[in-house]
């Protein structure tokens, strides 16, 4: 098994607990902005102290940094940020499983914009597999029924699916930016690399946060502060799983990467049913087994 495929697992498994985390948050009082501010103020801080505990004890020395770096690192976090308000927004729309897995659009955006931008194309079996998940994403799509009949269209193309393909879109262009700047920096091993873009992205992602809170909401930075327990727990997971799929994105194709990541998936459900006691239809279900056997098959492709 190849190094990026448990690293992407854990990676996705961090990032399900992150989102328990920030779901509840947003059911507190915290506004969007404050919940996706919380995931980067707390983060920021541990990926720059494991990045000088790296270079300091002379386990790794600091790989050179480029504009392109930079470029790639800053489209990538401001892409995260918008992608993360939308996904908070989400939970208000559909319940926890289906707001995480349209996001998951993400997985056909991001071959998309990898090939475009970096030039990395994807193979047949690949796109297949990514396909089939995608069809499990439509299913998932579909709002809870109401008393008023609603059109196909309106069935298909509503608030929670236009959130979800939003945050898709977004964490797309951010997979495809880190990815980027994992690779312009000059030298260093994988470890380095995915260690130094976490540091720079989270701190510059807290930065655009706070100026935006103390402009827009600036309530919303003392009561992040004051949730501290949970805030930070956000931020710890946070950055543990983003420095998994850093170091994913550095040794493999992010589209590969998102498209295994879809075992979030899995996580997910088990947290929507154990944790908030919710309660998927049939067709949620018959979307998350495709998604299931999309992520099998990327596997056994690969």
């Known amino acids: 098994m190849e190094l990026w495929i448990p690293i992407a697992v854990a990676a996705a498994f961090m990032q399900n607990l992150r989102f328990m985390l920030q779901k509840h948050l947003k059911s507190t009082g915290l506004t969007t902005g404050g919940a996706t501010f919380s995931r980067f103020v707390f983060a920021a801080p541990l990926a720059v102290a494991l990045a000088a505990v790296l270079i300091a004890t002379g386990m790794r020395d600091l790989p050179g940094v480029n504009a392109r770096f930079a470029g790639f690192a800053m489209i990538g976090g401001l892409a995260q940020i918008m992608a993360t308000m939308f996904v908070v927004a989400l939970f208000a729309e559909r319940n926890f499983t289906v707001g995480i897995t349209l996001k998951k659009t993400e997985t056909m955006q991001t071959a998309i914009l990898s090939l475009i931008i970096l030039g990395e194309a ?180 690969l």
């Open 122 to 301: 994807v193979s047949a079996w690949g796109v297949i597999a990514i396909v089939v998940g995608l069809i499990g994403v439509v299913l998932l799509s579909d709002p809870p029924k109401t008393d008023i009949p609603l059109s196909w269209r309106a069935r298909l193309f509503n608030k929670a699916s236009g959130y979800g393909l939003a945050s898709g879109a977004l964490f797309g262009v951010s997979a495809t930016g880190y990815r980027g700047a994992s690779l312009a920096l000059d030298g260093g091993d994988f470890v380095i690399r995915a260690v130094v873009t976490l540091a720079f992205v989270t701190v510059f992602q807290s930065m655009v946060m706070a100026i935006w809170l103390a402009w827009r909401e600036a309530g919303q930075i003392g009561a992040v502060m004051r949730s501290w327990k949970v805030t930070a727990l956000v931020g710890v997971t946070g950055v543990l799983g983003s420095l998994g799929w850093f170091m994913a994105f550095t040794l493999q194709n992010a589209a590969y990467v998102k498209a295994l990541g879809q075992i979030e998936l899995v996580f997910t459900f088990l947290a929507s049913w154990l944790v908030f006691k919710e309660v998927s239809t049939g067709r949620e279900i018959s979307g998350i087994l495709l998604v299931v056997a999309s992520i099998l098959l990327l596997i056994l492709v």
